[in-house]
């Protein structure tokens, strides 16, 4: 079994406890606090566990030329990228104010730290768990740093190779037990071939003693429920109120109405899961009564005979008779009483 860790406020993960939702309201938001308030009722309302955020500290995360270069996208917000992301990026006042929201909603708020700066300041907001983004994942240095905090870590892996995983694995499990990794391709809208949602077995079992989850780009709901099905502990979906809005995860994200379908499909699926043990239910106990098929004799069977397969038959009976996988134990034993065909073979006719 997985291991079993308290992500955020008396909610666990891991084992046998619900899958954890991750509603990635991201920058969605267009750079609108009442926007982002919107989105974190939505996520809410649709049955999330968790509303989170981008933050970054922008000096940290982009260089100087990286933020003056030119930006002449149709998703722009800015003449260069500093510009425009400096539009979605809000302030320290305004994350205070959008994690109280949140805490008045009643869901938990959490942001992927871009940067170490980003980290210090999320750190001080008192957020839950760390999640670091699929960009960070083989940043180790910011790793080491993330996880000597001692908060749940939530880390994509999008981007990285197998053994670039491996080593996130030792470097985060050094300093804290407490994560997980999420399956992840950073394709936006992510096509069906490249989910590769095998990979969640193999972290399965290359990391047997941390919960696996997925962090999905794809369209739709049916590959995310596979995730689940296949035993994703957290996963993480990109949401949005329009997806016609300006902006480049908008059309990869959920509006609301999917997003509740998928909480939903999640919940469904997870009670279908039910037990590893195969038995016979209470609820079935009526098709087998209709049903369920016993040992018939095939021919007139006279007191006293010892009896062979060759006088067995297996057919719907009545009264309900021995059970068709215990045929072969009658084999040899003596029949007390004398037996017409059809008539069904009693417990307490076999001497």
């Known amino acids: 079994m997985s291991l079993e860790f308290e992500l955020c406020p008396k909610r666990m993960i891991g084992g046998s406890h619900p899958c954890f939702i991750i509603a990635e309201i991201g920058q969605n938001h267009q750079g609108d606090i009442n926007i982002a308030k919107k989105m974190i009722k939505m996520a809410k309302d649709c049955g999330a566990d968790c509303a989170k955020f981008q933050k970054s500290e922008l000096e940290y995360k982009f260089s100087k030329p990286a933020l003056e270069r030119l930006y002449t996208s149709k998703h722009s917000w800015g003449r260069t990228y500093g510009e425009h992301k400096r539009h979605l990026e809000f302030s320290h006042d305004q994350y205070r104010e959008l994690k109280q929201y949140a805490s008045e909603v ?134 949005t109120l329009d997806k016609t809005w300006k902006g480049n995860d908008h059309e990869a994200s959920l509006e609301p109405t999917e997003l509740a379908e998928l909480v939903k499909a999640i919940r469904l699926v997870e009670l279908a899961m039910g037990s590893p043990a195969k038995m016979m239910l209470p609820s079935e106990k009526g098709c087998h009564d209709k049903l369920g098929k016993s040992v018939v004799a095939n021919k007139k069977i006279a007191k006293d005979t010892v009896l062979s397969l060759d006088m067995f038959a297996v057919k719907v009976g009545e009264p309900k008779g021995i059970a068709p996988e215990n045929m072969n134990q009658l084999v040899g034993k003596k029949i007390k009483v004398d037996v017409e065909y059809d008539d069904s073979i009693l417990e307490n006719m076999i001497e």
């Open 106 to 239: 009643g869901i938990f708020l959490t942001a992927s730290g871009m940067d170490e700066k980003a980290v210090e300041f999320l750190d001080e907001l008192d957020v839950p768990f760390f999640k670091v983004a699929s960009c960070d994942a083989n940043n180790f240095p910011y790793l080491e740093k993330t996880a000597q905090k001692g908060r749940p870590m939530v880390v994509s892996t999008g981007m990285q190779s197998m053994d670039t995983v491996r080593r996130v694995y030792s470097t985060v499990k050094k300093y804290n037990p407490k994560f997980t990794l999420l399956q992840c391709t950073s394709t936006y809208p992510l096509d069906p071939a490249d989910v590769h949602l095998s990979v969640i077995k193999n972290y399965q079992k290359e990391f047997p003693d941390i919960p696996i989850g997925y962090s999905g780009h794809e369209q739709g709901l049916y590959i995310t429920v596979a995730a689940v099905a296949m035993g994703a502990k957290v996963v993480e979906r990109h949401v």
